[in-house]
């Protein structure tokens, strides 16, 4: 089991406060109970994404993310994805906010598939309902910091980045050689995942790499490195990795909730304290908007995409 602590969010808000706290001091990982979020949304966007990969690779490429543009949004196959270099062992679909097409890198409409008609409403209720939970849980960090409850909220997202992915992983062999996804850290504020019944999370403390198993009626939350940045290194954006070694295909649905596109993160007014990352990245170093630091990070991932439908953004 994991070690990782269960936090309800519908405790009483200095208790949420202290718990969020500790845990992103302690690990930046944490299981959240108590959302709210309805389980039958939670079923039909688990039924309608098993649809979509059902589909022939013919089919489900009819909403690849070449036809998305500088959106970035649809499909992309196994291995279609890069993490650290590496290709990952899975396929997935990319969504967002649902806006008109502005030639914004990844701002404008969604790709759904025809032929699951159900899949689209799903997904964009889903986010309505998962911006409100990231708020909620955002207003806890900003407490657990001493800041006004709506410290975030009336600010860095008031208007925020809102990005979601679907991913499916086939079976991995015990000896393959790759990761469903490779070691990373989450580039933003906040990332709220929610986990079919399949372990593969992979979480690295302090006490070294752990498993985050599906909790049933949880999320798994974790922070970017935009809070880390925030904080000086007090709240550590923490590498994690998936390899799916269950037998079973798995899915997995990531909502990343981040700073608007064109605000700065500079450290937040308190006392800053912290440790060396992972990776000996300073992230103190950054200057710029989060969209410059979101570009240069996802321009890597899909560097061929990046490539046709970025040209001339930062690198």
């Not at 930046?28 to 022939?56: N, Q, T």
Request: hydrophobic share 35%; net charge negative.
């Amino acid at each position: 089991m994991s070690t990782l602590p269960v936090i309800d969010l519908s405790q009483p808000d200095d208790q949420v406060a202290d718990q969020i706290g500790q845990a992103c001091r302690d690990n930046g990982f944490f299981y959240l109970s108590g959302h709210g979020v309805p389980p039958e949304l939670i079923k039909r966007l688990d039924s309608a994404a098993r649809r979509f990969f059902d589909l022939p690779e013919h089919v489900k490429a009819e909403i690849s993310m070449e036809r998305g543009g500088r959106a970035w949004r649809g499909f992309f196959p196994v291995g279609g994805e890069l993490t650290s270099g590496r290709p990952d062992l899975k396929e997935g679909v990319y969504f967002g906010r649902e806006e008109p097409a502005s030639g914004l890198p990844l701002r404008g409409p969604n790709l759904f598939p025809e032929q699951v008609p159900e899949l689209g409403p799903a997904v964009l209720e889903y986010l309505e309902v998962m911006t409100r939970t990231a708020q909620r849980v955002m207003s806890g960090i900003a407490r657990s910091l001493g800041l006004d409850p709506g410290y975030f909220s009336t600010g860095y997202t008031a208007d925020p980045t809102v990005l979601f992915r679907v991913f499916h992983y086939p079976p991995s062999e015990p000896d393959a050689d790759g990761w469903g996804v490779g070691e990373h850290t989450d580039y933003g504020l906040l990332t709220l995942l929610l986990q079919d019944d399949n372990a593969g999370l992979q979480v690295h403390t302090r006490d070294g790499w752990i498993e985050a198993p599906p909790i049933e009626g949880t999320f798994v939350c974790n922070i970017g490195d935009m809070l880390d940045k925030l904080t000086g290194g007090l709240y550590r954006s923490t590498p994690h990795r998936v390899r799916n070694l269950s037998g079973n295909e798995r899915l997995s649905f990531p909502f990343f909730f981040d700073p608007g596109w064109d605000c700065e993160v500079p450290p937040l007014p308190y006392t800053p304290g912290g440790r060396a990352r992972w990776d000996g990245q300073d992230l103190r170093a950054f200057t710029g908007t989060y969209g410059d630091y979101l570009l240069s990070k996802v321009s890597k991932v899909f560097p061929q995409l990046g490539a046709e439908v970025l040209p001339g953004e930062s690198r």
